[in-house]
C-alpha cells in the first residue's frame, strides 16, 4: 500500500484524522486486509447503512492512521489543556482500570468514595489495591449528595498509608464534590488523586458550569464522552493532567485493558465530537442549561395541584446540595418521587412517559426519573417531554396515573442508618473474587464476607463490595429495596426469599 502514505494523502483540514482518512478513503485501495467487509455495507441486517459508514472501518495499523490517531488525542489535549488526552473505546471503565493499574501496586491502599460505580471494584481487582472508604454526606431527605473533603480527610487520617484517592465526581444525578478542596488536600498529602468523571466530560465548554477535576488538582481525569458530547457510545477520554504521573505506564496500563483491535469509527467520532463542542458546544450547553430551568419551574409549578408531584422530595435536592457546599450540573432534570405516598413508583412512570409521549429517560428506579439534555435533541422532541410535563402537572390530567393498586414501603436511606456506618472490609477485593463461595438465605447472613458486588442497576453504586462484612443494616435496606421492585445484582431470589454470594469457610 505503498501509495497511501502520509505523503501521498495530505489535507488542509484542522482535523487530522478526520482529514487523512477522507483522502485515504477517497483513493479507494484495494483491501487485502481486515476487517472483513472490505469497506462495503455487505453485512446486511443495518438498513440503510451506507457505504461510507464501513468504508471509513479499517485496522488502525494501516499506512499512517497510527500517527494520526496520535495527532488527533494531542488536538483533543490542547482543547481540554491536559498533558496529554487518550482516546479510550472500551468507554470509561477501562480508564478506570488503567488509571489504578498505573499508580497502585498490589497491597497498597486507595481511598475510594462509597459512590463509585462498578468499575472500580474491577480496578480494585485487577491491580490488588486495598480499598478504605470515604463515606458520602446524605440528606435528610435520605438521598445521597457526593462525598466531602472532610470525609476525604478523615480517611487519610485513618490510613495513612494511602497512595491514592478516587472520587467520583459529578454523581449520576450531577451533584458534585468540591474537587478543588480535595485536590488541595491530596497535594499535600502527597498522594494521588485520580477522578471519575465520567458525567462530566462537558463541564470545559459550558458557563456556570463546575470545574473540571482536570483544572482542580486531579492527577489523571477520566471522561466519558458519549454520555454528554455528540461521540459514538463506548468512546471516553483518559486525561494525564500532572507531571507526576508516568505516561508510559498509563500507555501500557492502557494496552492491558483495550481491545488491539479498536473500530476507528470511535476515534473519528471522538474528534469529530470534540472539535463540535470546540465550536458550538457553548451555545449547545447554553440552551440546553436553559431549557431545564423552565423544566423545572414546570414541576415546581405541577407541585401545587399534581399529585404525583406533591410526593417528591419537600425541597429541590439540587438546592439542598448547592446550600451543602455541593456543585450542580445544570443539565440533569430529575423528579424524585414518594411511591409510599403516591402509589407508583419512579420506574411506572417513566413507563408512561415511554408508553403516552415516547420518552426515554436517562434513568428511572424505585423513587427516581432522570432526563439527561445536552443540547443536541431535536426540537420536537423537546417540546414532547415539554408538553409530558406539563400534562403531569394537570389535576385532571395525571389523575389516571396515580392508582396502580399497589402498596409500597419506605427505601429511604438516612444517615444514622446502620449500612451509612463506615464498612468493615475483612479480605481485599481481589482476593474474595478468587476465594470459594456459596449462596445463602439473605437473612442469615449477618457477619458474613459479601462475595459478590452487590449493585442495585442503575445507577450501578455497590451497596456491598466482596471481602466486606454483612451487617443488619445492609441486610435490611436490601430487603426493603428488592421487595420494592428495584434491580438489584448480586442478590437471587427463589421460593424461600432472597439469596446472597458469600465467602465459603
Not at 221 to 240: D, E, N, R, W, Y
Request: charged share 20%.
Amino acid at each position: 500500500m505503498s501509495n497511501l502514505t502520509e505523503n501521498n494523502c495530505k489535507t488542509e483540514t484542522a482535523l487530522p484524522l478526520t482529514g487523512y482518512m477522507e483522502e485515504f478513503t477517497g483513493m479507494d485501495p484495494a483491501r487485502f486486509c481486515t476487517p472483513g467487509h472490505k469497506g462495503n455495507a455487505v453485512s446486511g441486517g443495518l438498513s440503510g447503512a451506507p457505504d461510507s459508514l464501513f468504508g471509513y472501518d479499517i485496522a488502525d495499523d494501516v499506512a499512517s492512521i497510527p500517527r494520526k490517531i496520535r495527532e488527533s488525542e494531542s488536538y483533543a489535549a490542547q482543547i481540554y489543556n491536559t498533558l496529554r488526552t487518550f482516546y479510550l473505546v472500551n468507554g470509561s471503565t477501562a480508564g478506570i482500570l488503567a488509571m489504578f493499574l498505573s499508580v497502585i501496586k498490589p497491597g497498597e491502599k486507595v481511598v475510594i468514595g462509597r459512590n463509585c460505580h462498578r468499575s472500580a471494584l474491577s480496578g480494585l481487582v485487577l491491580s490488588g489495591a486495598v480499598p478504605a472508604y470515604a463515606l458520602c454526606d446524605i440528606s435528610s431527605e435520605g438521598f445521597q449528595l457526593n462525598t466531602t473533603p472532610q470525609a476525604v480527610e478523615k480517611a487519610l487520617d485513618q490510613n495513612s498509608d494511602a497512595k491514592a484517592v478516587f472520587i467520583t465526581s459529578p454523581s449520576y444525578w450531577g451533584i458534585c464534590a468540591d474537587m478543588e478542596e480535595i485536590g488541595r488536600i491530596c497535594r499535600d498529602r502527597g498522594v494521588f488523586l485520580l477522578a471519575d468523571e465520567a458525567w462530566g466530560a462537558h463541564f470545559p465548554f459550558g458557563k456556570n458550569f463546575p470545574k473540571s477535576a482536570i483544572i482542580c488538582g486531579a492527577d489523571l481525569v477520566v471522561q466519558s464522552a458519549h454520555k454528554t458530547l455528540p461521540c459514538l457510545t463506548g468512546t471516553s477520554l483518559l486525561h494525564i493532567c500532572s507531571s507526576k504521573t508516568d505516561p508510559v505506564m498509563v500507555e501500557e496500563s492502557l494496552a492491558l485493558v483495550q481491545t488491539t483491535s479498536p473500530n476507528l469509527l470511535y476515534y473519528l467520532s471522538l474528534e469529530q465530537g470534540i472539535n463540535r463542542m470546540k465550536t458550538d458546544g457553548g451555545a449547545a450547553l447554553k440552551t440546553a442549561g436553559d431549557t431545564v430551568v423552565r423544566f423545572r419551574e414546570i414541576v415546581k409549578k405541577g407541585k401545587t395541584s399534581c399529585s404525583l408531584l406533591q410526593g417528591c422530595c419537600p425541597s429541590d435536592i439540587y438546592e439542598i446540595a448547592q446550600k451543602r457546599g455541593f456543585g450542580t450540573d445544570p443539565l440533569k432534570l430529575s423528579l424524585f418521587m414518594d411511591p409510599v405516598e403516591t402509589g407508583i413508583s419512579g420506574s411506572e412512570l417513566a413507563g408512561w412517559f415511554t408508553d403516552s409521549f415516547g420518552i426515554i429517560p436517562e434513568m428511572s428506579d424505585f423513587n427516581t426519573i432522570i432526563f439527561l439534555l445536552t443540547g443536541w435533541e431535536k426540537k420536537h422532541h423537546i417540546d414532547n417531554l415539554e408538553k409530558a410535563l406539563k400534562n403531569l402537572s394537570d389535576e385532571n390530567y395525571n389523575s389516571g396515573i396515580k392508582h396502580r393498586g399497589k402498596k409500597y414501603s419506605s427505601v429511604k436511606i438516612h444517615p444514622e442508618d446502620s449500612c451509612c456506618l463506615p464498612p468493615t472490609t475483612a479480605v481485599s477485593p481481589r482476593a474474595a473474587h478468587f476465594f470459594p463461595k456459596k449462596q445463602i438465605d439473605l437473612e442469615e447472613s449477618e457477619g458474613e464476607i459479601c462475595g459478590v458486588p452487590v449493585v442495585p442497576y442503575p445507577p450501578g453504586i455497590p451497596v456491598l463490595m466482596p471481602g466486606e462484612i454483612i451487617n443488619a443494616g445492609t441486610i435490611n435496606i436490601l430487603k426493603k429495596t428488592a421487595s420494592a421492585g428495584v434491580n438489584i445484582r448480586g442478590i437471587e431470589r427463589n421460593r424461600n426469599g432472597w439469596m446472597i454470594t458469600v465467602l465459603d469457610d
